[in-house]
């Protein structure tokens, strides 16, 4: 067994998105063949109702899938094929857009006014990016959830690991996709299939995700406003991505660590993209756009 050494640990940046969500984005739009099959990720953890209330108003999707995961506070969707629903703490949406849907995602906070959560968008293959759309809503109870004999917890939302497997089927990028929980000192070794591109999204505590022995020094910046610097030690808005290996190894800090381990086969095809709207070519999203203009947008209704 060999362990994933760190590439690159990246840190969020501000956007706003939709009528003025802000949001941390830690990767999305230009190259993101290091992640492939994957093309975005958005952290859209809030306190201040203002900065959400706003939502993302009526928009296209083409060509891709996006997985919203909820952690606290609720999210109103809706779309032009006439779903309808509501994502609440600890509930999955996995949204196939396919030939192209129209939809909403309107949050709203919880008792205390957070509105938490994280969005991520996986590219569709050639051959899929025309299928049907279709929704997959998951709710928290129904998210298998394992403790390990040393107190490690985690969270199987697609995929199977541990022996679980999670209940969102069908996807085209065959991921896995877990939320990982760490006890305070403790050193866990967790399984990436080798052929998969891999990426660890830290959101509470601190910890170091190490290479084989000896460990490399990784330059990650402070989220606190001090200018100093830590050497392999990842925390709160943090993404690791990961070269080739059979598993990875972090070493959780004195609060433990919590972090989503997201792995996926790559397409390897070529990527034209238009916000969101996501092809191969741009003749492909020329044909998109004249598609909205017309009123052809959906093929399926």
Not at 19 to 25: D, E, F, I, T
Not at 154 to 177: L, M, Q, S, T
Not at 265 to 292: C, F, H, R, S
Request: hydrophobic share 35%; glycine share 12%; charged share 25%.
């Amino acid at each position: 067994m060999s362990v994933r050494p760190v590439r690159q640990v990246i840190q969020p940046q501000p956007h706003i998105e939709g009528a003025g969500v802000k949001l941390q984005r830690a990767f999305g739009f230009g190259n993101t063949s290091a992640f492939d099959p994957f093309l975005l990720f958005d952290d859209f953890r809030n306190d201040n109702p203002a900065d959400y209330r706003a939502g993302f108003p009526w928009h296209p999707h083409r060509g891709i899938e996006t997985i919203t995961y909820v952690l606290a506070g609720h999210v109103a969707h809706g779309d032009s094929l006439g779903n309808r629903g509501t994502l609440g703490a600890g509930d999955v949406q996995w949204m196939t857009a396919g030939s192209g849907i129209l939809h909403q995602e309107m949050p709203r906070g919880d008792a205390q006014g957070r509105m938490h959560g994280f969005q991520l968008w996986a590219n569709l293959p050639a051959a899929l990016k025309m299928t049907r759309p279709r929704y997959q809503d998951v709710s928290g109870a129904d998210i298998p959830d394992v403790v390990d004999d040393d107190g490690t917890r985690v969270r199987v939302i697609c995929g199977e690991f541990w022996g679980k497997i999670g209940p969102i089927e069908g996807v085209a990028a065959d991921p896995r996709y877990v939320d990982v929980s760490v006890p305070p000192g403790r050193r866990k070794r967790l399984p990436v299939d080798r052929s998969r591109h891999a990426f660890a999204y830290v959101f509470a505590g601190s910890g170091a995700f190490r290479d084989a022995s000896p460990p490399r020094s990784v330059l990650t910046e402070q989220t606190d406003g001090t200018d100093a610097v830590r050497y392999d030690r990842t925390g709160n808005r943090s993404l690791v991505l990961f070269d080739p290996g059979d598993e990875v190894v972090v070493q959780a800090g004195d609060e433990g660590i919590r972090f989503l381990l997201v792995s996926g086969k790559p397409i390897e095809e070529p990527v034209a993209w238009y916000g969101p709207i996501v092809m191969n070519t741009n003749e492909e999203l020329q044909q998109a756009m004249a598609d909205l203009r017309s009123g052809t947008f959906i093929k399926d209704r």
